[in-house]
């Protein structure tokens, strides 16, 4: 069983920066798609960024694109993103996501890292 663990967020002033990271294990890593969600008070989850087997990034939100990078690590089983210039508005729950299919749902989700950004 696919299994992802969250780590690294916090709380962090307007304009800094904060790298999450994911372990995954259960499976074979290098067979997944990985992505990042994340969903704020009162919103709906959305996609952040999104990264193939391979390790390269095929999606960013138009509101992340340059300054969040998204990353995986097909030796140590893990998909970080790097964020950078956070605004208050990146306040939300951030999740890590995995699936095996080209396109469709994502099969696999963590339990959700918060970040937290002050004005």
């Known amino acids: 069983q696919v299994q992802l663990v969250e780590s690294g967020g916090g709380l962090v002033q307007a304009g800094g920066s904060l790298r999450l990271s994911c372990a995954f294990s259960g499976d074979t890593f290098n067979t997944y798609i990985m992505a990042w969600f994340r969903q704020a008070p009162e919103k709906e989850r959305e996609l952040v960024a999104a990264?193939?087997?391979?390790?390269?990034?095929?999606y960013y939100d138009d509101l992340v694109k340059g300054r969040f990078t998204i990353s995986k690590d097909n030796a140590q089983n893990t998909v970080n993103l790097q964020m950078m210039n956070l605004k208050p508005e990146g306040t939300a729950v951030y999740y890590c996501?995995?699936?095996?299919?080209?396109?469709?749902?994502?099969?696999?989700w963590g339990q959700g890292t918060q970040v937290t950004v002050s004005s």
């Open positions: 990264i193939d087997r391979s390790g390269t990034p095929i």
């Open positions: 996501a995995a699936r095996r299919s080209s396109s469709g749902r994502f099969s696999y």
